[in-house]
Nanobody
Framework: QVHLVESGGGLVQAGGSRGLSCQAI????????MAWYRQAPGQQREFVAS???????NYGYSVKGRFTISRDNAQNTVHLQMNSLQPEDSAVYYC???????????????WGQGVLVTVSS
């Protein structure tokens, strides 16, 4: 009923920038939290950034000051602007969103398929 479409992954040189987008599609009444997580090979999935429905943002320590999360509620889209990328940022980035549907079941919590970001030195 609700799924997330991610875009923007790819290869970028160290020190460069990349933007990721994630759009929620479906019978959506409202979206509460939208977030990005990432997982590198052999590592745990870690929190990257989140933004609430009223625009409150939160960032993981490793990306604070370099990444910016924003959302466009009219498009049900969250964007992650990644600056000063380092090889350590290489990972599969997963979008996450939760909220309320216009139809039953009332609440949803979904993950995107993940998009690969590779930062080369």
């Amino acid at each position: 009923q609700v799924h997330l479409v991610e875009s923007g992954g790819g290869l970028v040189q160290a020190g460069g920038s990349r933007g990721l987008s994630c759009q929620a599609i479906g019978t959506i009444l409202s979206i509460d939290n939208m977030a990005w997580y990432r997982q590198a090979p052999g590592q745990q999935r870690e929190f990257v950034a989140s933004v609430t429905g009223v625009g409150t943002t939160n960032y993981g320590y490793s990306v604070k000051g370099r990444f910016t999360i924003s959302r466009d509620n009219a498009q049900n889209t969250v964007h992650l602007q990644m600056n000063s990328l380092q090889p350590e940022d290489s990972a599969v980035y997963y979008c996450n969103a939760n909220g309320e549907r216009t139809v039953l079941p009332r609440y949803f919590e979904v993950w995107g398929q993940g998009v690969l970001v590779t930062v080369s030195s």
